[in-house]
């Protein structure tokens, strides 16, 4: 039977030759002895091949020595490149390859340096033998052996840099007491990224040719793992900084307030927000990857071809208003634009809808127009939601009030909706009249209004104004009276007084007034209830400033409940030098 051939290792090898060698040499000396007894003696030149063999076995031994530690270096080699390469952390990546250095050569201390961005070396890592990290006052190294590295681009060994004339006076190397360094460039495609730098302050001849290509042939490893973290690390960044302004887009997009959709050439919705889907009435997830031929039919029939044309002719629709019954919301108020969404390259790939939904501004612009109708614009400029507080001040005031005569009496013999018709038309008439004149219409009393002027915007022409407002009352009764019935031709009682009132609102937080009050108003109505159909009553304190300008004729003085002396009046017939 044939026995299996085994293959021995390196290390088996080595031993078998050395007892080898060790037999010849024992066999030897056993010759020697039995040839000093008289024995046979060896043929010629035995003895020296014998020599020979044992020299040459002994070569052989030293060299499969040096080879074996070659094997283990190369074994170190591809195991420290397996691992700096399985990992892409560049902090993991740095220690690992200083470590590496130190356990391949037995340095002391070792180094890693890479290129800042203005070009310049900057230690990235310093370890030591036991893998602990270096602090910045344990990082005392030879800048001028480092220079001659990346100016060379070559490896710099010393084995006692004190007495190396290539260093001679070096104050680095003396002041640090530097002895074996060993130095070799990290390069990538042939550029200088970096140095690897060990040395040893204690021991001389501590690093050979041997550790100098060990250390060069595990830089070339080193420099290509070092490149790919850096540029892991630098596209990571990138990654998180794009993933952070994606996350800050859809954010901002998420928060618009204004309706955001998108469609793509084949009129699919390809994104839309939170407030599409509000405003539309729809969730996201039935919007998204619908098409516009379901959903523009339902908002207006003029979008379809809009669309079409924003497509073609690359033209934008701002600010299109369109009024959609849209499902449970009912009727909307909405505003549409529609632009071309282009690419970087400037190629449409589709249209962008932003939609406002005008329902709530328009329902508040109608209550405006309404609260307008009801109380002067210059009331409502002057009042500030935000700041509304019970409460007034004190100002001079001129106050109308007017009363239609005879209307009480006219309702007894007209229908309920008949005689708020005519009422609105007189209203209006006196309404329009003081507005004219920039009254502030304060109410309206049933049949009655009620005004002032010189609030809320100081006119220092108030009385006058006034008294212009009531005339104008009367002229515009007369016209009224052209297109009325006899049977309904009603007239105005008017009374103006100008005194100090305390303006402001008055109420509850749930339903508060902006109205005047004061004895000068009060006395404006007791003049107005003194006065007969058509006739206007002006107290002389009111129009004695403005005498001048207005047509009066005496009046007897008016006692009023709540005053001791009666009102000295007037009655306004029209302002001087007009017909």
């Not at 270096?73 to 952390?89: C, D, F, H, K, P």
């Not at 002027?453 to 009352?473: S, T």
């Not at 002229?475 to 006899?486: C, F, N, S």
């Amino acid at each position: 039977m044939v026995e299996p051939t085994v293959r021995l290792g390196p290390d088996e090898q080595l031993g078998r030759l050395s007892r080898t060698a060790e037999d010849i040499r024992a066999q030897l000396a056993a010759f020697r002895v039995a040839m000093g007894k008289g024995g046979t003696p060896f043929p010629a030149g035995l003895i020296e091949a014998l020599r020979q063999l044992s020299g040459s076995l002994l070569t052989l031994r030293s060299t499969v020595q040096e080879m074996q530690q070659e094997r283990r270096n190369l074994v170190a080699l591809a195991e420290i490149g397996q691992v700096v390469n399985s990992s892409l952390e560049l902090p993991v990546v740095l220690n690992e390859v200083i470590d590496t250095i130190i356990r391949l050569t037995g340095a002391e201390r070792a180094f890693l340096m890479l290129r800042n961005e203005s070009g310049k070396l900057d230690i990235v890592v310093a370890r030591n033998w036991e893998r602990a990290s270096l602090s910045a006052g344990e990082q005392e190294i030879s800048r001028t052996l480092v220079d001659r590295v990346t100016r060379s681009g070559d490896p710099v060994l010393t084995t006692n840099a004190q007495a190396d004339p290539r260093f001679d006076g070096q104050e680095s190397i003396i002041a640090y007491n530097l002895r074996s360094i060993l130095a070799v460039p990290l390069k990538v495609k042939g550029a200088l990224t970096g140095v690897i730098y060990a040395d040893n302050r204690a021991r001389e001849g501590l690093f050979s040719e041997r550790e100098r290509n060990l250390l060069t042939a595990f830089a070339n490893q080193a420099a290509v793992a070092v490149e790919n973290a850096r540029l892991f690390a630098s596209v990571r960044g990138t990654l998180d900084e794009v993933t952070e302004l994606k996350t800050l887009m859809e954010d901002v997009f998420a928060s618009i307030e204004s309706g955001v959709l998108t469609s793509d050439v084949g009129d699919q919705v390809t994104l839309c927000n939170r407030a599409a889907g509000a405003i539309l009435g729809r969730s996201r997830a039935a919007l998204l990857g619908s098409s516009l031929n379901q959903l523009l039919p339902e908002l207006s029939p003029e979008l379809q071809p809009l669309v079409a044309e924003v497509k073609d002719s690359e033209r934008r629709v701002l600010g299109l208003e369109i009024h959609p019954t849209l499902g449970e919301r009912g009727p909307v108020d909405l505003s549409l634009s529609l632009t071309p969404l282009k690419t970087a390259d400037q190629t449409t790939r589709g249209v962008t809808f932003v939609v406002e939904d005008l329902t709530e501004k328009r329902r508040l612009e109608a209550q405006r127009r309404l609260f307008g109708r009801m109380v002067s614009p210059a009331v409502i400029d002057q009042l500030d939601p935000d700041r509304l507080e019970l409460g007034g001040k004190l100002g001079e005031i001129t106050t109308l009030f007017a009363d239609i005569r005879g209307f009480t009496t006219l309702g007894e013999s007209t229908d309920p909706a008949s005689l708020v018709a005519i009422l609105n038309r007189y209203l209006a008439a006196a309404a329009e009249a003081i507005l004219q004149e920039e009254g502030t219409i304060d109410k309206f009393l049933g049949d009655a209004v009620m005004a002032w002027f010189n609030a809320p915007i100081a006119q220092p022409d108030h009385q006058l104004r006034a008294a212009r407002a009531a005339l104008a009352i009367q002229r515009a009764v007369g016209a009224l009276h052209r297109d009325l019935p006899e049977s309904v031709r009603l007239e105005f009682g008017i009374g103006v007084h100008a005194g100090p009132a305390l303006l402001g609102l008055v109420g509850t937080e749930r339903r508060i007034e902006y109205t005047a009050i004061g004895d000068s108003v009060n006395t404006a109505r007791r003049l107005q209830e003194h006065a007969a159909e058509g006739q206007i009553l002006i107290s002389r304190a009111t129009a004695r400033p403005i005498e001048a300008e207005l047509d009066l004729i005496d009046h007897p003085a008016i006692q009023v409940q709540g005053k001791q002396a009666p009102i000295e009046v007037f009655e306004l017939r029209g302002l001087r030098g007009r017909i």
